[in-house]
């Protein structure tokens, strides 16, 4: 489960706009990318890992269950929403795959680079795409932020990850 020294301070109880709660959850999971590349104790890189995917897990429920309903009914398209979910299946195989491995495994750490190269390229798309075409839609971004950011709190704390 992600600590709470790698969350920022007050993240469960600011008013933020659902793209900005998105971008800094990327901005977190990408931090997490680069302690892991200048990691070397295994303990520690498996440490990080269980982060990222505990991280990972919760963003991509918030997303799918709040999120891109939302985007997907506000902008009528369905090819921007479905894209992102099948790129969403191939993150969760990859950090179940993880889950199952330790650090010492001969694609442990391959398998890691992996994740975060498909989550490079997710992240740029829901960047450039989708979070712009959220922001101009007839959306209540504050308050679908603070129903995300409630959701994966609950989440986080059911122990689900």
Known sequence: MATAKTRPSGWRT???KATTVLRAEHALVEDLFR?????QAPTVKQEIVAEICTELSAHARVEE?????????ALRDHDLIHEAEVEHQSLKELTLQLKNLSPDDDFYDLKVKVLGDCLKHHVKEEHFEMLPKANHANLDMVQLGARMTAYKAALLDSGAF
């Open 35 to 39: 302690r892991f590349e200048m990691a």
């Open 14 to 16: 600011k008013q933020r």
């Open 65 to 73: 269950d709040i999120f891109y309903p939302e985007v997907k009914a």
